[in-house]
């Protein structure tokens, strides 16, 4: 699996709209992007996930660039309980793992108010 | 609906003892999976089960960790002989058709 590099933390101001970086320099063309959060004493939340075109859905959305070496997620308006930790996952759909994730130390996002 | 469920929430245990840990999950997803996650470290994987058969143990820190599923619905995590560094929270997710994974709260294990 591609590795993938976050910030450790970051801040956002509430209303405002938060964007993760997520750099994968080294994806592969069948490799997809994941994104899940997790909040503060529970199991990680599925957000989004993408393979090359952007994608938007009731939470979030995922900008790839052209490349696919790097993504941003955008939380439009962020609101305090979207404070959590954020993972950029990159995995293959493969038939013995059946999609298993990897997941790093991920963004502490903080938002305030 | 019904989400993923584990039991028990917490279990505190003494070194060498077993423990099972159990995870119900979503009616009708026939993926499971097994994470845990030890105090300010990510989610590691350990086992996924596509019906009651197990395609990828490669997670699986040492040989005192099982993992059984039936009806392929329930499965259980079994850890023999505890040990201080088995203490974590211990994640199960279920998959339907689609590409997410649905979590359950985890239960926090701590071996004394």
């Known amino acids: 699996d591609a590795k993938t590099t976050q910030p450790t933390s970051m801040d956002c101001a509430e209303g405002r709209a938060a964007n993760l970086p997520c750099n994968h320099s080294?994806?592969?063309?069948?490799?997809?992007v994941y994104w899940y959060r997790q909040i503060h004493s529970q199991g990680p939340q599925y957000i989004i996930h993408?393979?090359?075109n952007n994608e938007t859905n009731e939470m979030a959305s995922l900008i790839i660039t052209e490349d696919r070496k790097s993504s941003t997620l955008i939380l439009p308006h962020a609101t305090l309980r979207d404070t959590a930790v954020y993972y950029c996952?990159?995995?293959?759909?493969?038939?013995?793992?059946?999609?298993?994730?990897?997941f790093g130390k991920g963004t502490s996002l903080l938002v305030t108010p | 609906g019904a989400g993923v469920s584990q039991s028990p929430s917490n279990k505190v245990t003494e070194k060498g003892k077993d423990v099972e840990l159990r995870c119900d999950p979503i009616?009708?997803?026939?993926?499971l999976y097994w994470y845990r996650q030890s105090l300010g470290q990510g989610l590691e994987f350990l086992i996924y089960?596509?019906?009651?058969?197990?395609?990828?143990k490669s997670g699986l820190p040492s040989d005192r960790f099982s993992a059984e599923r039936t009806g392929g619905s329930v499965s259980t995590l079994t850890i023999q002989r505890t040990q201080q560094e088995d203490s974590a929270v211990y994640l199960c997710?279920?998959?339907?058709?689609?590409?997410?994974?649905?979590f359950g709260p985890g239960t926090r294990l701590t071996v004394t």
């Open positions: 997710a279920s998959r339907g058709g689609g590409f997410e994974q649905y």
């Open positions: 080294t994806i592969s063309g069948n490799e997809y």
């Open positions: 993408g393979l090359k």
């Open positions: 996952i990159v995995r293959v759909a493969n038939s013995n793992s059946g999609y298993a994730l990897n």
């Open positions: 009616s009708g997803h026939t993926a």
């Open positions: 089960f596509q019906g009651n058969s197990a395609p990828d």
